[in-house]
Each structure stands twice: as structure tokens, then as C-alpha cells.
């Protein structure tokens, strides 16, 4: 039922646009795998082996640290539609913070999302679909608008407060690198 490819074609990256939600894995040596969810407005195909996604300030920082040891990382989307299908994409990927050179220009690829505190770059070297045919079926009401209004609210300053105390290391105790963004 799952076919390989090696790059997205037009089908793959259409579907990508269409789903509200994607989910990201990473792992390092000795640590946990991480596995989150993601959603707004954060993720561009800009080409068939390569996207961008901006990540926003979470409860905690996983994947830049795991990425500063080990660059793989998984994407996935699925279908909650009326397709059933289900997309991975795998590759190596690097962290772009605010204070590097590139944001500027990655950056502009997105809205001005409050809490922008990274933008992946990924290169895809593989590219699986399967069937998706036990995933179940739902409706998109809304998104949530609390992770904006949090940010908002935390302000430029209260962000480089929240990112110094909290997102510096990951669970597993590995650095993240979000100094350079402060």
C-alpha cells in the first residue's frame, strides 16, 4: 500500500497546502523522540526536496536541540478529510535562528507570527505515502487562537524572558542554541 518517491510532485505538495495540522519527529542520541504537532500557517514547500517551517514558542524546544547532534528529522500529514492518505517526508534538516543571516529571508516566506523563534530547513531525501484509510474523519471548526494571544501578550521582552528560562534545554537536558536568538 506505501509507495516511495524521491522528491514531492505536485499531487504530494498539494495536499501538503490543504492540511491544517503536519507533525514533526526528532531524536538524538540518548534522547526521548520527539513527536509534535503543528499547525497556523508555518510550513512552505520550496521545492521537491526541500521546505521551511517556522516553529512559534511551545512549552519546550526538542527539536533544536536534537537537531544540533543529530540533522534527521520526519514530517507527516495526514488526511482527517475525504481522502484517506498519509505523507512522510525525511531528510536532514538545520535550525535557523533569528540572529542568523538567512531569517530575514526564510522569514518573509511566513505571516508575522508572534513567538517566531526558529525556522527549520529541511532537504527531503525521501518521500512516502500510505493509505490512510484508518484515520478517521473530521471537520476542522477553527483554529485555536491561544497561542498567538499568548505571545502577544508576552510581548517582545516577555518572549527572550520565557525562551532564557524555559526553552534552553531540551527534557533530555541538551542545549538548544536559543541563546542566539536573545
Request: net charge negative; hydrophobic share 40%.
Amino acid at each position: 500500500m506505501s509507495k516511495q518517491f524521491k522528491n514531492f510532485d505536485e499531487d504530494h505538495q498539494s495536499f501538503i497546502k490543504d492540511q491544517p495540522i503536519f507533525f514533526v519527529a526528532s531524536t538524538a542520541p540518548e534522547a526521548r523522540i520527539n513527536l509534535s504537532p503543528k499547525g497556523m500557517d508555518s510550513l512552505r514547500v520550496m521545492g521537491p526536496n526541500r521546505l521551511i517551517w517556522l516553529n512559534l514558542t511551545g512549552s519546550g524546544n526538542e527539536t533544536a536541540a536534537h537537531l544540533a547532534v543529530d540533522a534527521r528529522m520526519t514530517l507527516m500529514w495526514c488526511s482527517f478529510g475525504l481522502r484517506p492518505l498519509i505523507l512522510r517526508a525525511y531528510g536532514t534538516a538545520r535550525t535557523i535562528h533569528r540572529a542568523d543571516a538567512d531569517w530575514a529571508a526564510l522569514a518573509a516566506h511566513f505571516p508575522d507570527l508572534p513567538g517566531a523563534r526558529q525556522i527549520y530547513e529541511m532537504t527531503v531525501d525521501l518521500v512516502q505515502t500510505s493509505c490512510g484509510y484508518a484515520v478517521p474523519r473530521m471537520e476542522l471548526t477553527e483554529e485555536r487562537p491561544t497561542l498567538r494571544i499568548w505571545a502577544e501578550g508576552k510581548g517582545d521582552a516577555g518572549l527572550a524572558e520565557y525562551w532564557d528560562t524555559r526553552n534552553r534545554q531540551s527534557i533530555d537536558g541538551l542545549p538548544t542554541g536559543i541563546e542566539a536568538n536573545l
